[in-house]
């Protein structure tokens, strides 16, 4: 079965530093994405960035990036310059063989003005 | 271009009722995942729905059904309401079925069961 674990279920940052999320996961598939999205309170899911297993590349966006460690299963996001609206619940996703996304718990980002 | 939109925001029901909650998906998306996510959780799937059948379904009791209509809007029902279905039950739409499709999320309707 695909599992996804985020083991810091509270992370905080001074505003303006970096910060490093975790997330490991399980998959028998040998191709597949991988997604970071975040809940800010206004409770809407929005995407963060997305990884395609099959290519080496880490994928960025803006301030996000990710290290993908496809190996060790390993998936973390990186948030550079932290921002106040940076703030919100981190879900890391996977999908399964069916599409449907695998959550994580959420590591909730907690920035120290 | 309107993103997802779900209807009602808030509802608060008493056990035993009914619900039916309601979301439009974005603009060129044709297909619609319910997900319910309890206080301080992850979101868990409840079900998918494609060309107005229901595709896939995780480990929800039959109470939990739904339905998409000709436009791709869809509902989700519950019946016979426990305290535990108390939660917030996202709508996500995405363009077909894809592995690497995002899936674009309305706000949420939160519901409370008293």
């Known amino acids: 079965a695909q599992t996804v674990t985020q083991s810091q279920p509270e992370m905080s940052v001074q505003e303006a530093e970096t910060v490093t999320l975790s997330c490991t996961y399980d998959t028998s598939e040998s191709d597949y994405y991988l997604f970071w999205y975040k809940q800010p309170p206004s409770r809407q899911m929005i995407l963060v960035i997305r990884q395609e297993a099959y290519k080496q590349q880490n994928a960025t966006e803006n301030r996000f990036s990710v290290n993908f460690q496809k190996a060790a299963k390993s998936f973390s996001l990186k948030i550079s310059d932290s921002q106040l609206g940076d703030a919100a619940m981190y879900f890391c996703a996977l999908p399964s063989e069916t599409y449907q996304l695998i959550w994580g718990a959420g590591t909730k980002l907690i920035i120290k003005p | 271009d309107a993103g997802v939109t779900q209807s009602p925001t808030h509802l608060i029901k008493t056990r035993g009722q009914q619900v039916t909650l309601r979301c439009s998906p974005k603009?060129?998306?044709?297909?619609v995942s319910w997900y319910q996510q309890a206080l301080g959780q992850g979101p868990q799937f409840i079900f998918q729905y494609y060309e107005e059948e229901e595709r896939q379904r995780g480990n929800f009791p039959d109470r939990f059904s739904g339905h998409q209509f000709p436009n791709y809007s869809s509902e989700l029902n519950v019946n016979a309401l426990l305290l535990g279905d108390s939660a917030l039950y996202l709508c996500a739409s995405s363009h077909t079925s894809f592995q690497g499709s995002p899936l674009h999320f309305g706000n949420g309707t939160r519901l409370t069961v008293t």
């Open positions: 603009s060129g998306h044709d297909t």
